[in-house]
């Protein structure tokens, strides 16, 4: 059922990417059709910016959906596991932790405060304007700014944990989480992990909607291990995860 709702929104996101693309036709070609003076209810600017909306967010839409219909969540009986002791030892490189916090973004709520200004600004700033220079280079400089201010605080954060700049040691089994850094030693049983998501490179295990140890899969031992390690996780008792198949 769940699979079928996230096909559905495919084809809905697909609509909105045609809507998109006429409206960008329209004030690039036809802007005279679009004339505010004429009744219309945008200017061609605002009708260009509107269609970059329609095309842009649907396609954020159908990413997400095609990773959901990829990946499955808590899948138990068919994924056996055999004990295991884990012990890992590396330093988070700041280029990954830029990456994680991006993660963490798109899952925060933060995310949608930022759509709503830079929505907001820039279509006040449209107004009445025709498409010129500026309004074809205002939706290339917003999201530059804010990904330029995001990675000054992300930077600034990391530096500002000394931490980071050591080697972290992990040691992982089926019963805790042992964590070993520079003047700290953390311990979490599996109960207290609340989400587990898997990228290429990292498990990210979450001990709070902000907060998780990063897992490199590059310092396993072998393939066989990290396939041991994620058929684990798939039977633990956490009930967000999103694990690659």
Known sequence: ???????????????????????????????????????AYYSPAQSFFLGLVFIVMPILGINKAIKKIRHKEICIKDYKFTSFEIKLKYKIPFNDFFKISLIQLSNYKLKYFLLAIFFSLFYSFLGNADINYMSLLYPILIPALIIWSLYSAVKKNYNNLPYLQHDIEYTLNENRIIVNGLNFTSENNWQHIVKIIETKKYFLLYTSNINAHYINKEFFSAEDEINNFRNFLYNTNTKDKLLLI
């Open 1 to 39: 059922m769940k699979k079928i709702l996230w096909i559905l929104l495919v084809i809905l996101c697909l609509i909105f990417i045609l809507f998109g693309i006429i409206s960008i036709y329209e004030a690039v070609f036809t802007p005279e059709n679009i004339s505010i003076e004429k009744g």
